[in-house]
């Protein structure tokens, strides 16, 4: 069965560095997102990509963050200048139709530690 | 604003016991209404979904959750708990029915726990 992947499982980083998540969508579809986890808390929607340009984005992603689709398989989401804050697990989804038919495939997430 | 609150962090029911997971929402239209599972180490997988019509919707491994629109909830519920149910169950509710777009809202996930 197709899956989203996504590397690294756990990344480890200092205040200040860029990092970059990488994700590997499911391969005939066309919508993708980014979500993330901070420890105790509840998954919290990033950003969504369709057409090869941002559909949405919410009032988290701000100008630290980009995506990115580099190439036909791949999709990832840059940190530029990392905070303590930014520490969460981090989840890549995508979809093959938008709503309410597209159902959403999520990958196993990278969990992101920043000291 | 659009929330999900889920009720109880955990829960621990003996095999073969009645799972009733509880999921709330708040909004002035009804939304479309998801159930994820996450095993261990693995990404968050649709239980179910509710968008249109019938408001009893089936799912994956025997679950099932029913859209109350009076009572704003969408309870998800197993009549016989299996060892395998274990796992964090995540309600989530996509507002805008005008939309493709699919951003979802998660309630803050409850985990399950089946003992023999």
């Known amino acids: 069965e197709p899956e989203v992947t996504q590397t690294p499982s756990h990344q480890v980083t200092q205040m200040g560095q860029e990092v970059i998540l990488r994700c590997v969508p499911i391969?005939?579809?066309?919508?993708f997102y980014w979500y993330r986890q901070i420890l105790g808390q509840k998954v919290e929607f990033l950003v969504s990509f369709y057409n090869n340009e941002i559909s949405e984005k919410s009032e988290i992603f701000d100008d630290q963050f980009s995506v990115e689709r580099p190439d036909g398989s791949n999709f990832t989401l840059k940190i530029r200048s990392t905070k303590l804050e930014d520490s969460a697990m981090y989840f890549c989804?995508?979809?093959?139709?938008?709503?309410?038919?597209?159902?959403?495939?999520f990958g196993p997430g990278t969990r992101l530690t920043v000291t | 604003a659009q929330s999900v609150t889920q009720l109880g962090s955990h829960l621990s029911v003996s095999e073969g016991a009645l799972v009733l997971l509880r999921c709330n929402y708040s909004s002035s239209v009804p939304p479309y209404l998801f159930w994820y599972v996450q095993y261990p180490n693995q990404g968050l997988q649709l239980l179910l979904k509710?968008?249109?019509?019938?408001?009893l919707v089936k799912g994956i491994n025997g679950f099932e959750a029913e859209f109350k629109k009076s009572e704003t909830s969408f309870h998800l519920t197993k009549p016989s708990a299996h060892m395998s149910d274990a796992a964090e169950y995540f309600c989530a509710v996509t507002l805008d029915r005008g939309s493709t777009l699919g951003r979802l809202y998660f309630g803050r996930g409850t985990q399950l726990t089946v003992w023999p």
């Open positions: 509710y968008t249109t019509g019938a408001t």
């Open positions: 391969s005939n579809h066309l919508y």
């Open positions: 989804a995508s979809s093959e139709w938008g709503l309410p038919s597209g159902e959403q495939y």
